[in-house]
């Protein structure tokens, strides 16, 4: 009977969105490839939005057993967009003084583009009326350090609080925001409906990310699903997910679809249907 829901909801003819982005890369209607991502050293062009990046030294390494600790320096997010024939047009920094990184990219038909990543940085770019003008998460970036081998490259773990910004296609940027708890709250899905509304989900460990009333969920779990207003500055629907997001998929009615793996002893396959405007939800 679960299986025959899934299926027979499949065979309505649903209008719906592309499908939320889990990439770091995104191609929009005239063809320009858009790229996210974390790096240290960026050739910015003269339009960029940020020019340069602060060095900053996150931690330290212990490259070889033969000498001391080294330093192990931030990386920041950035955003490039390239032409079709592959040239870069637009290039630029998008971070703080700590470690930020982009985590999933999409575009609209307008030629907007739209980032979700994390940041320890207290100082990440948020613009004027923004939803979340503070660093809510850690701003200690936390170090991962190999335990099979102790001496090579260390990592810095994903973490802090969620961003999401919104470019136009001329790289001007149209809105920052921070997003979450006092936790790390680390995005990994991002999509547009045709309102402009910005659908994110990701991953959590704050205990007081920002839940909305009627929620799916407003009991602590380990994921994520919001929805922001077209100028990112009202959360107009927040939940909790038990269940694992792997995937979702939004329609012109604010209707979004999730799936991924069930929190179930079973763990099998779920499909959840929220209306974010009506703050309800149904799981087949």
Request: charged share 10%; with cysteine.
């Amino acid at each position: 009977m679960r299986l025959a829901s899934v299926f027979i909801a499949l065979l309505f003819p649903i209008p719906l969105f592309p499908a939320a982005a889990g990439g770091t890369t995104a191609i929009d209607t005239a063809g320009n490839v858009w790229r996210t991502g974390q790096i240290n050293f960026l050739l910015t062009t003269a339009n960029a939005f940020q020019k340069t990046a602060v060095s900053t030294v996150c931690g330290t390494q212990d490259l070889s057993p033969f000498q001391g600790p080294t330093a192990l320096y931030c990386q920041h997010a950035y955003l490039i967009r390239q032409d079709p024939s592959g040239n870069v047009v637009y290039a630029t920094y998008l971070g703080g003084r700590s470690q930020d990184g982009g985590t999933a990219i999409t575009t609209d038909p307008q030629g907007n583009v739209y980032i979700a990543g994390y940041t320890y940085s207290s100082d990440f770019p948020v613009t004027p009326g923004a939803l979340q003008i503070k660093n809510n998460g850690p701003v200690t970036p936390v170090v991962v350090v190999n335990d099979e081998f102790p001496f090579g490259p260390s990592d810095v773990a994903r973490g802090g609080d969620a961003f999401v910004a919104k470019f136009a296609s001329d790289g001007t940027l149209l809105f920052s925001t921070f997003l979450g708890g006092s936790g790390s709250d680390v995005p990994s899905l991002i999509a547009v409906d045709s309102t402009g509304s910005i659908y994110v989900s990701g991953t959590t460990t704050s205990a007081d990310f920002p839940i909305t009333a009627g929620a799916m969920s407003s009991s602590p779990a380990h994921a994520f699903f919001a929805r922001l207003g077209p100028t990112g500055a009202a959360l107009t629907y927040s939940t909790y997910s038990a269940p694992s997001i792997l995937a979702f998929d939004v329609d012109s009615g604010a209707r979004a679809y999730l799936t991924g793996a069930s929190s179930q002893p079973s763990g099998g396959p779920y499909v959840t249907v929220i209306d974010t405007a009506t703050a309800t939800a149904a799981r087949a």
